[in-house]
C-alpha cells in the first residue's frame, strides 16, 4: 500500500568486481536526471525510463540535495538537509545499477509539533492517537469514527484471540472455505477452491499480514457476526464481499446508507449475491459504505494482540529493527488510510500509535508513510 510506486527492484547475476562505489551512483541519481548506461541491460527492461525518470524526479524534488549516504551491504540510508530515505542499491560488475529500491523519504522532525503538523497536512480529516505504556502522549480527534478500511479486520482477530483463550477453539482447528466466502483481493485465498480446508491460524495469519479479504469473511462466519461487531462497537457488520459488492452498484450503496440499521444487513446481503469485477469496485470510498471506527478501539483492540507471533509476519511501514517488538495492521482504498501499530522500544515502554486518514481525493501513501515514521521517531525520544 505505497500508493505510487516509488521501489523499483530488479536483481540480477553479480559479477565479481564493481567499477564504481555504490554510494557515487546513488549520489549521482540523486543529483541529476539519469543516464540510459548508468543502468543494467535488464534493469530498463523491466522499469521503462519514463517511470524511472519521474520517479527519481520526485525524489530529487522531495528530499532536495543529498548531505550523507551510509551503505551497510546494499542497504542504505540517504540523508538531506530536511529528510532521510532508507534505500538498497546493487551495481553489476560494470558498475551498473541491477538492483535500486528506495522507501518513503521521511521527513525530519525535531520535535513532535513538527511531526504532527505533517500528519495534520495528509488529508481533509485526519485523527492520531500516540499512547506510551497506556499514556497519551498526543492524540487528535481520536475518539471520533472515521473509515479504516481493512484495519477492521483488528476486531475479527480479537474475537478469535478470546475463542483461544478460553479454550473454546485451538489455533490448529479446519474450517472449510465455501463460495459465499469468496472476495476480492487483496489476499490470495479467493482464488483457492471452495471445500480448501484451512487452519484458523492460517487464516489470522493472510488476514493479518496479507489482508486476506477472503480469509477474513472465513473467519466473520466461523466466528459469528454479531461477536465481531460488537468487538468493533458497530451497530452494522460488512463483510468485506458485501463492501466491495455495495461499492460496485452505486443504487445499492445509496441504499444502504440511507436505510435505518436494522435494513442494512439485508440490503448488504442482497448486493453480496453476486461479487463485482474487481474494477467496478475499486472507485473512491462512498460514505457510509465502510468500518468507521475511532482510534481509541483500534488502539483497545491491538493492545492484547501484539504478543500473538502472527501479528509480526508483516510490520508494514514501521521499521522493524527500530524497535523490539512491531505488531501493525493498517488499512487503505481511495480516500482511506489508516496505520495503527503496537510497538516495544529497547528499554520495555509499550506504544500505540495509530493514524487515520480521510480524503475526498487521493492520499499521497508515501508521505502519509514518510509522515507516520517521522511521528515514530520523535515519539521514541521522548522522555
Known sequence: MLGRALSLCLALAAAPALAQTPEAVLRDLLSAPPRAVQFAPGFLDQVPRPQLDAILDDLRDTIGPVTGIRLTGDAVLVTTATHRMRARIGLDGQGRVALLFFEPPQPLAGDLETALDEIAALGSEVAWLAMRDGRVLAENRAGVPLAVASTFK?????????????????????????QRHRSLPTGMMQDWPAGAPVTLHSAAALMIANSDNTATDLLIDTLGRNRVAAALGLETMLSTREFFALKGDGPAAAAYSAAPAADRSAIAARAAQTLPDFAAASG??????????????????????????LMAINPGPVPAADWAQVAYKGGSEAGVLNLTAALRDRQGRKYCVAVTVNAGGTIDTARAIGAYRALLDVLAGLE
Open 154 to 178: 483488528l476486531g475479527v482477530l480479537s474475537v478469535l484471540a478470546e475463542d483461544i483463550a478460553s479454550g473454546a477453539r485451538r489455533w490448529q482447528d479446519v474450517v472449510r472455505l465455501e
Open 284 to 309: 473512491p470510498h462512498v460514505p457510509g459504505v465502510e468500518w468507521s471506527l475511532p482510534l481509541t478501539r483500534l488502539c483497545a483492540l491491538i493492545g492484547p494482540l501484539a504478543d500473538l507471533p
